[in-house]
């Protein structure tokens, strides 16, 4: 099950259990089940984890609040709950594809569901609908970054798409905290708080099995969102986003990887510094495209090769700011606000 990893060729070396069939699991390494959950969207899936507890399971991660989603859990429940059942869920963080059956799985299965203080606290905000000053106040902050039209992605920004595909608010019954360890079925956790991608993302480590479940910190084959809002409670998400990616620098090189897109793999270390230099790189052309002022909006063509609208439009321009501010924050950039509120960027003298 478990072949040592060969770093030889390529930097990653994937696991070789071929994903699980709808409705049925996969064991991975040692008290560890992979679920391949269907995604009605263009990430086609995601990957959640039941880790083995005394009778039951432990479940990472709940998928989308969807038809789809819905039935794939019913398949689940009778081809593999009905033998052990769930006696927990924990989240990694808020986004709907990880949190967002949560409290529906609570309430048909009557169990607790752990996740971060912050975890909690940006669902609560985001399930309520925002007020049309809130909303005014979003468009402006993308206004000022230079983009005029955001007709494409008003589903985003006013938490509407958010509340479509998410089941509600859990109960949340404990808060992990970094480096608080937890014991299932003699396999001894340690939680790992990681910032950057979301506030309060955690991921599940057991050093003495080397197991790292990632959640969407470290992903194999793209990389993980990390955008600036006005409204989020990290103000440089980038700088938070590889100082995690140094910690995980750090972890057994033969650790396996559990990240929920893409596949298992080996090579933890190789993935946090290539991901840390995909940033690098866009840190370096921004730079370069900063030598006259720039928006943020029209950094967008530096850092991503084709037009983008709706969501995607959405990401790319937060990613597009973490970056500026992370330059700005440390000294490299200064922002130019002229008469219209506009912000520009430019490269500090
Ligand atoms: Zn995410």
């Not at 990653?12 to 560890?32: H, K, M, R, T």
């Not at 005394?54 to 429940?77: I, M, Y």
């Not at 609560?124 to 230079?146: C, K, N, Y």
């Not at 949340?172 to 014991?183: A, L």
Request: aromatic share 6%; proline share 7%.
């Amino acid at each position: 099950m478990r072949p040592a990893p060969d770093l030889t060729s390529s930097p990653l070396s994937y696991l070789q259990v071929p994903p699980p069939a709808p409705g049925e699991i996969a064991a991975v390494s040692q008290g560890v089940h992979w679920i391949r959950f269907p995604l009605p969207m263009e990430l086609d899936h995601i990957n959640l984890w039941l880790l083995d507890d005394d009778g039951g399971f432990v479940l990472v991660d709940t998928g989308l609040s969807s038809d789809v989603g819905r039935a794939a859990w019913e398949r689940l429940e009778q081809q593999v709950l009905a033998m052990r059942p769930l006696r927990l869920i924990v989240l990694t963080h808020l986004h709907p594809d990880h949190a967002g059956l949560a409290a529906w799985l609570q309430a048909r299965h009557r169990v607790p569901v752990w996740t971060s203080r912050e975890t909690e606290r940006q669902m609560s905000q985001l399930l309520v609908p925002l007020t049309d000053a809130q909303i005014a106040e979003r468009r402006t902050f993308f206004h000022s970054h230079g983009l005029s039209d955001l007709g494409s992605f008003a589903a985003s920004l006013s938490g509407e798409r958010y509340r479509a595909v998410v089941s509600g608010l859990p109960q949340i019954g404990h808060h992990p905290r970094d480096s608080e360890e937890v014991s299932w079925n003699g396999a001894t956790w340690r939680w790992i708080e990681t910032g950057g991608h979301a506030v309060g993302h955690l991921c599940l480590h057991e050093p003495s099995r080397r197991v790292l479940i990632t959640g969407d910190q470290i992903l194999p084959a793209i990389s993980p969102n990390v955008s600036a809002t006005g409204w989020s409670a990290d103000t440089n998400p980038l700088d938070s986003y590889l100082r995690s990616l140094e910690r995980l620098v750090e972890l057994d090189p033969a650790t396996l990887v559990l990240p929920s897109h893409g596949r298992p793999f080996f090579g933890v270390r190789e993935r946090a510094l290539e991901l840390r230099n995909h940033h690098l790189n866009h840190l370096d052309r921004l730079l370069e495209a900063c030598r006259e002022p720039c928006t943020a909006s029209e950094t967008l063509r530096v850092l991503f090769r084709r037009t983008l609208s709706g969501f995607h439009l959405y990401l790319a321009i937060g990613e597009a700011i973490a970056h500026l501010e992370y330059l700005a924050r440390s000294g490299q950039l200064v922002r130019l606000t002229d008469d219209r509120g506009t912000i520009r960027y430019a490269r500090a003298a």
